[in-house]
């Protein structure tokens, strides 16, 4: 079973470059979410989706956007990427309800990105 | 807003030994999770808590939901090198809806051999 997948991997992009980060989910969730991880941080939510077609901020959007066309998959993108977000990337699936079946998400293994 | 003081930071033990860890707030939550991050890896759910005072075991893991629904602890028992990773608790606000799932900034386990 593959979960939850997201592509790239690894990513190294200049300031001011964009990308678009690709996450496929295959369990027929309704919800999807990004999430960034840093030194010391923990994990922070950028935005998710409740269903197709629909999104909403999380705690730290600026300088993300994400797009749901399709159930399966959320892709998040940087318009114009800063060595601030340099992190590393999850993406995150669950059913219905809150945050899913009382919180349980499905994470990606993670995009490693680095900002130069 | 609602924030998660998850601590200890990092722990170092020996193989053999047992592991406590805990999560507080001041803030009240309905739900409490720990989950495990394995290095190169996405988190993984460990253990859910719905109630307050719930005591919940998953072999050699034991979680606890704080009577006063602001705190809640992770203990490891025995632990094995395969235990290493980042433990990280999460919390949904009471009645809250998608989105309020906050994290804590995590422990990092190391045990030596």
């Known amino acids: 079973n593959a979960g939850v997948t997201q592509t790239p991997k690894f990513r190294v992009l200049k300031t001011g470059q964009s990308m678009t980060l690709l996450c496929a989910q295959d369990?027929?969730?309704?919800?999807m979410y990004w999430y960034r991880q840093d030194p010391g941080m923990g994990l922070r939510l950028i935005h998710y989706?409740?269903?197709?077609?629909?999104?909403a901020k999380g705690e730290v959007p600026d300088g993300y956007n994400v797009s749901r066309l399709k159930k399966q998959n959320f892709l998040l993108g940087l318009e114009s990427a800063a060595p601030s977000q340099t992190s590393v990337y999850f993406c995150?699936?669950?059913?219905?309800?809150?945050?899913?079946?009382?919180?349980?998400?499905?994470f990606g293994e993670g995009s490693r990105l680095t900002v130069l | 807003g609602q924030q998660l003081n998850q601590s200890p930071q990092s722990m170092f033990i020996q193989e053999g030994e047992d592991v406590s860890m805990n999560c507080t707030s001041s803030?009240?939550?309905?739900?409490w999770l720990w989950y495990k991050q394995d290095p190169g890896e996405g988190p993984v759910l460990l253990i859910a808590?719905?109630?307050?005072?719930e005591l919940t075991s998953n072999g050699r893991l034991t979680a606890q939901f704080g009577i006063t629904r602001k705190d809640s602890f992770l203990n490891i028992s025995a632990s094995i090198p395969s235990d290493v990773g980042i433990y990280f608790c999460?919390?949904?606000?009471?009645?809250?809806?998608?989105?309020?799932?906050?994290f804590g900034k995590g422990t990092k386990l190391s045990v030596k051999p």
């Open positions: 995150a699936s669950s059913y219905s309800g809150l945050a899913g079946v009382h919180g349980e998400l499905f």
């Open positions: 989706s409740v269903g197709e077609g629909t999104t």
């Open positions: 369990m027929n969730h309704e919800y």
């Open positions: 808590l719905y109630k307050a005072g």
């Open positions: 803030s009240i939550f309905n739900t």
């Open positions: 999460a919390a949904l606000y009471k009645g809250g809806s998608q989105g309020n799932l906050i």
